[in-house]
């Protein structure tokens, strides 16, 4: 959650929490993403053990590259995502990379910490929202040190909202902003456009991405880009999951257990196994 991107999903898919009108919210998110999709509340998860398989630089198998365990409380929401790097023996080895995060009593994560120990490095966020007549979150502000990044919130009739973002330095009375992202009823984006581009997505009726049309405002030379599409195929289980992912030259594949979450996800470049990733998940 480092990201610019990733602060605004923390701020726009926990608009949800506050709705007040149930049959018109959509449904609750932790803020998280996954697979493109944001990730739902999940009661029923204690934890999720992963390990993360890659090649190293001229190797031809895979080796284990990272532990991640990631924790959530009885309500669903993401308390910490720990990275650990293995020993030989396999065991949980040495703490490398964390993210911790609070939460406020409507589920708003309030307080979140990244940490990258080998380096030394502490990085802590705020975030404090402001609600608007019908006790929506209108405005999120996320504290760092020196910066502080601004999402405005604008809803539509149909449940739509438009998310506009910016930053203000330390200094600086206004913030600067950037660019928007826009999200159906669902939750799901369908637009995202900064200084550089504007990408607008196409779902299926699963809320999977079917294409991505990318409007570049300069190319190079400083000439006006002309857009261009990424194609997803997406293969789907009897229940509308995806169990397939290629587009361009990569292909995801994805196995899932009877709850549907998934179990392993393994990643292709061509014929090229580069990537792969075993989860277990521990339920209450």
Not at 22 to 33: E, K, L, N
Not at 86 to 101: C, D, E, V
Request: hydrophobic share 30%; charged share 30%.
């Amino acid at each position: 959650m480092g990201s610019r991107a990733g602060l605004a999903l923390v701020c726009a898919a926990l608009l949800a929490v506050l709705a007040p009108d149930a049959a018109a919210a959509p449904p609750r998110y932790s803020g998280h993403s996954h697979f493109g999709h944001p990730e739902r509340l999940r009661p029923d998860l204690h934890r999720i053990v992963s390990r993360h398989y890659a090649l190293r630089r001229g190797a031809t198998r895979l080796r284990l590259r990272s532990l991640q365990i990631k924790r959530y409380d009885s309500a669903g929401h993401l308390l910490s995502s720990h990275y650990y790097r293995p020993t030989r023996a396999g065991k949980r080895g040495k703490l490398w990379l964390s993210w911790t995060y609070r939460y406020d009593k409507a589920g708003r994560t309030v307080r979140s910490v990244y940490r990258e120990l080998e380096r030394g490095r502490r990085d802590l966020r705020r975030h404090r929202y402001d609600l608007d007549a019908r006790g929506r979150v209108a405005r999120c502000t996320t504290t760092a040190a020196k910066v502080s990044y601004i999402d405005e919130i604008t809803y539509e009739p149909s449940g739509a909202y438009t998310v506009r973002s910016g930053r203000r330095y330390s200094g600086s009375r206004a913030p600067a902003f950037d660019g928007f992202e826009r999200y159906n009823a669902r939750g799901l984006r369908t637009r995202h456009c900064n200084s550089g581009s504007c990408q607008l997505i196409e779902r299926d009726a699963h809320g999977n991405i079917t294409r991505v049309r990318v409007h570049p405002k300069r190319s190079f030379g400083g000439r006006p880009g002309h857009h261009f599409y990424r194609i997803y195929t997406t293969r789907l289980d009897s229940s509308g999951r995806p169990i397939e992912v290629t587009t361009g030259g990569s292909r995801r594949v994805l196995r899932r257990n009877a709850r549907g979450d998934v179990v392993e996800e393994q990643r292709y470049i061509g014929k090229r196994r580069e990537a792969r990733v075993v989860s277990r998940y521990h339920y209450r």
